[in-house]
C-alpha cells in the first residue's frame, strides 16, 4: 500500500488513469496483493540479478551454438540453479548447428587499401584463403538490384545500402540478400547492417541460402561503410573491393536447453514456462541478446522459492538454446514436451531486452486477457502494467503453435535495442541493474499468479 | 545588414548582449562587412567544404606517418590546390617516424577464451609472435600501481582502469603508464581507453617510452572491457590476458608539410597562416582528427581566391605532418620558416574538430585581442564572435614559441569529440554540411581581415 501510495504522488496522473481502467478489484486477486508486494521488494532490494548477468557474461563471453563458451555457460547455470534449490534442474539433448566464423577481413581495393568495419553473416560460407577480389556495386533495394540485372551484377559483390527503417522492412536484406544478388551471378554480398546508427559498429546476424542460388560469402559492415561505398560510386570512381572470410559450418555438435522448477503443490502437470536463449552471437557478451532474459526469467522463479512461495501449478524456467541460428531449442523443446502441451498454461518469453519493463505483449484468447490484465494491476508500482497485443517469441513459438499455448512476451523500453543488436557492444554496461530488477519483479508476479490463481487460464 | 536583421529577429537576447560588449564601430572594420558577408555567403551556399572532406577520407582512409595513404593523399591535395588557383602550392620535406600496427589481438585467457576489444597504443613495441600471456592486475590510478609494488605487479600485464574525466587529466596514463608499470616489472599494459564511453570503441593514441624502464608492449581496450576485468578480478577470479600485436618502428620515411598561399599585394613578406594536420591514426578515416581542419583552412583561402580577395599581407594555408606521433611537422616548420616567424603576423590552428563553431581561442597581447573582438563582431551572423582564452595547437607550438606568434584555435562545440577521437568512428558521418561550413567561414573571415587590416596585427 505504501509503495502504490508513493508511487500515486509521483505519477499521480498515470495512475489515476491505470485505476479507472483497472477492473473493479477482484477478491481473488486480493489475495495476491500480499505475495505480489512480496516478489516485488524483492527483486528491486538488492542487485542481485545485474550481478549475475554480469558473471554469467563476464566469465564466459559471448556464446554461439556450438561453443565451449556455451556448453560451460549450461554446466553453470544448472549448478547454480541447483544452489538455488530449484527443482528437477536437467540439460534436454538437442543437437545444434555449429557455425564458426574464423578470421574475416574486408577491404577497398580501389580507391585504397582502406578497412572496412564489418562482421561475417552467421551461416555464411567462407572465401577461399586469399579471399574473393570484385568490382562492387551498390544498390539501394532489391528493386534497383533486379533493375541492374545480370549484366551488371555476374562477377561482383553487391553492397545493400539500404537504411534502417525497423527490423521486419530491412532484415530481408540480410535474410535473403545473398542469394538475390547470387541468383543474378554475384560472388559476393555486403550488407549495411541492420540496426540504427551506432559508432561504426556492425551488426551480425543470420541469413538464409534459398536452394536455387550459388551459396556466396556474405558480410554486414557497418552504416559509415556503406555510405563511404555509396559515395565513391556515385562519384563515378572505380570502387573494387576484396573479402576474405574463414567461415564453416562443422558438424551438429550437442547441446541442451536447460530448464529447472518449482513442482507445482496442486497441479504439477500444469505448467507455466518463462524463458529466453542461452546463445548468443559470437561477438559482445550477449548481455542483452538474450542473457538478460535468461537471467531474468530464472531469477524470478528463483525468487519465489526464496520466499517459500510454492504455487498450485509448476513453473518452470527454460534456457533454450540455439535461437539465433536455427531455433534447434524452440524446436526440440515442442517436441520433447508434445504430450505436455495441452498442460501448458502459458509461456512467456524475454528476448527484447531487460530494460525498464512496460508490461506484456499477449496473445491468447480474450478471457484470457482480462484475467492478466487484472494482475498487470498488480505491477503499477513499477509502471509495468500493459498487456499489449501480439504477445510471443521465437524459442516458445513452435510449442505455442503445436500446442495453442497461450504467449506472452516482456515489453520494455525499447530505444537502444537495435543500436546493440548482434554487436559487439552488447554488454552488461547497457543495462541498469534498476531495469532489469523490474523486469525480474514483472515477470516473477505474472507468473506466480497465473501459476497460483483458483481459475486454470482460459485458451 | 538583412544577414544581421535576421539573426536579431531569432536571437534578440543573445545579440544585443554582444552588440552591447562590441567597441563602438570602426571604421576601418566597417569596409570589412561587405568582404565578410562575401566570405560567409560563399561559404554557407553550398557543401563544397563537406564534400571535399568526404572526397579526401573516402578515397585516401586514414593517414599515419609514413603511409602510402598519406602519401598519395598529399600529392593529390597539392594537385587541387594548384586547380584551386592557389599559390607556391609546395612540399615541404619533413622525415616522419613510421610506425606500423600490425596484426594485434588481445583476449582474457581465464576465464575465457574472449576477445577483448582492443588498439594497441602508438609508438608501442610488439610482442614476440606468439604473444604474451600473464596474469592481469587492474589498478585504477598509478597510486594504486605504487601501493601494490614489485611484488604484485613483476611479471604481470596491468590494466588502468581509470574512467575518463577529462583529456588532461586521463591520457597521463596513455603517456606514461606502460613505463610506470614497466618500472615495477610489469610485462604488457591495457588501458581503459581515453575517451567518452562510446559503443565498444577503443581508442588509440601515442605512448611515450621514458628511458629508465624497460620497453613493455601497451594497448588500449574499450571501457566496457575495462570494467569486466575489473569485475573479475573484484570477485577473486584468477584473471590470465594474452596480447598479441605485431607493431613495429620502420626507419624514418620522407614526408612533408603541403603549403599554400594567396601571396599579399602590399606585404607579402608578412604571412598570416592558417591550418591543420594532414596525418591521423591508423583507425577510422581521420575525418575530424584532422581532416575537417586542413579542408576548413584550405577552404577559407580557396574562398578568398575564388573572391578575388586578395590581401595585403600573405595568407598561408599548412597541412602539417605528423602530429600525431611524433609532430615533426610542426617542428619542420619552425626551423625551416625560422627566419620568417618575425613576420608571423598570426598562426591559427584548426584541430578540435570542424562542428558547430563558437569563435577562436587566442593567445597574444591585449591589444591583438582587442582589434580579433572587433573582427569577431562579423561573424554575428553565424553566431561565431567569441574570442576567448587560450589558443594553439600541437602544430603551430614550436613556432609560435620561438617566434613569440600570437595564436589561435577555432573553437567549436566539442561534445562529441572525445567520443570518436582517435577511434575507427571518426568518419565523415559524424559532421554536419553547415557546421564545416560556418567553420570555413569564421576562419576565412578572421585570416583574410587580419592578413588585410590596414594595422599589423600587435604583438
Given at each position: 500500500m505504501r509503495r502504490l501510495s508513493a508511487v500515486t504522488l509521483f505519477v499521480a496522473g498515470a495512475v489515476a488513469t491505470v485505476l479507472a481502467a483497472?477492473?473493479?478489484?477482484?477478491s481473488w486477486l486480493d489475495s495476491y496483493r500480499a505475495p505480489a508486494a512480496r516478489l516485488i521488494g524483492a527483486a528491486l532490494a538488492d542487485r542481485h540479478a545485474w550481478q549475475r548477468l554480469a558473471e554469467l557474461t563476464d566469465t564466459f563471453g559471448n556464446r554461439l551454438a556450438g561453443s565451449r563458451a556455451l556448453a560451460e555457460m549450461l554446466a553453470w547455470a544448472q549448478a547454480e540453479m541447483r544452489k538455488d534449490g530449484l527443482?528437477?534442474?536437467r540439460a534436454e539433448k538437442v543437437m545444434v548447428p555449429h557455425w564458426v566464423r574464423g578470421a574475416e577481413h574486408a577491404e577497398i581495393?580501389?580507391?585504397?587499401?582502406s578497412e572496412l568495419a564489418m562482421l561475417g553473416l552467421g551461416n555464411s560460407i567462407g572465401t577461399p584463403p586469399e579471399g574473393i577480389q570484385a568490382e562492387a556495386v551498390v544498390v539501394g533495394s532489391f528493386d534497383e538490384l533486379e533493375a541492374l540485372g545480370r549484366a551488371h551484377v555476374a562477377g561482383r559483390i553487391v553492397v545493400y545500402n539500404v537504411p534502417y527503417t525497423g527490423y521486419g522492412e530491412t532484415v530481408r536484406y540480410r535474410s535473403s540478400g545473398a542469394s538475390r544478388a547470387a541468383a543474378l551471378g554475384a560472388v559476393g554480398m555486403l550488407l549495411?547492417?541492420?540496426?540504427?546508427?551506432?559508432?561504426r559498429t556492425p551488426h551480425t546476424g543470420a541469413l538464409n541460402y534459398s536452394d536455387d542460388a550459388p551459396r556466396i560469402p556474405a558480410a554486414a559492415i557497418a552504416f559509415e561503410d556503406a555510405e563511404r561505398l555509396q559515395r565513391i560510386q556515385d562519384r563515378g570512381t572505380r570502387l573494387v573491393v576484396r573479402l576474405t572470410m574463414g567461415a564453416r559450418m562443422l558438424p551438429d555438435a550437442e547441446s541442451a536447453n536447460v530448464v529447472a522448477e518449482i513442482v507445482?503443490?496442486?497441479?504439477?502437470?500444469e505448467v507455466v514456462v518463462l524463458g529466453g536463449h542461452s546463445d548468443s552471437w559470437?561477438?559482445?557478451?550477449g548481455a542483452t541478446d538474450d542473457g538478460g532474459g535468461i537471467v531474468a526469467s530464472w531469477e524470478a522463479v528463483r525468487l519465489m522459492k526464496a520466499l517459500g512461495l510454492t504455487p498450485r501449478r509448476t513453473i518452470r524456467v527454460v534456457l533454450f538454446v540455439?535461437?539465433?541460428?536455427?531455433?534447434r531449442g524452440g524446436l526440440a523443446y515442442r517436441d520433447q514436451h508434445a504430450a505436455e502441451l495441452a498442460n501448458h498454461l502459458l509461456m512467456i518469453e524475454t528476448d527484447?531486452?531487460?530494460?525498464r519493463p512496460k508490461g506484456f505483449g499477449f496473445t491468447g484468447s480474450d478471457a484470457a486477457r482480462a484475467i492478466l490484465k487484472e494482475i498487470g494491476t498488480l505491477l503499477q508500482g513499477i509502471d509495468a502494467v500493459a498487456i499489449g497485443a501480439g504477445g510471443g517469441g521465437a524459442d516458445i513459438g513452435p510449442s505455442v503453435t503445436a500446442g495453442r499455448v497461450p504467449s506472452m512476451s516482456l515489453d520494455v523500453?525499447?530505444?537502444l535495442y537495435f543500436t546493440i543488436h548482434?554487436?559487439?557492444?552488447?554488454?552488461?554496461?547497457?543495462?541498469e541493474p534498476g531495469d532489469i530488477a523490474r523486469c525480474v519483479a514483472a515477470l516473477a508476479v505474472m507468473s506466480y499468479v497465473v501459476a497460483d490463481m483458483p481459475q486454470r487460464l482460459p485458451r
Open positions: 483497472a477492473p473493479a478489484a477482484s527443482e528437477r534442474v581495393v580501389e580507391p585504397g587499401p549495411r547492417s541492420v540496426g540504427q546508427p551506432g559508432l507445482g503443490r496442486e497441479h504439477p502437470e559470437d561477438v559482445g557478451t540455439n535461437e539465433e541460428n536455427g531455433l527484447g531486452g531487460v530494460f523500453d525499447g530505444a548482434h554487436t559487439a557492444a552488447d554488454t552488461i554496461e547497457r543495462i
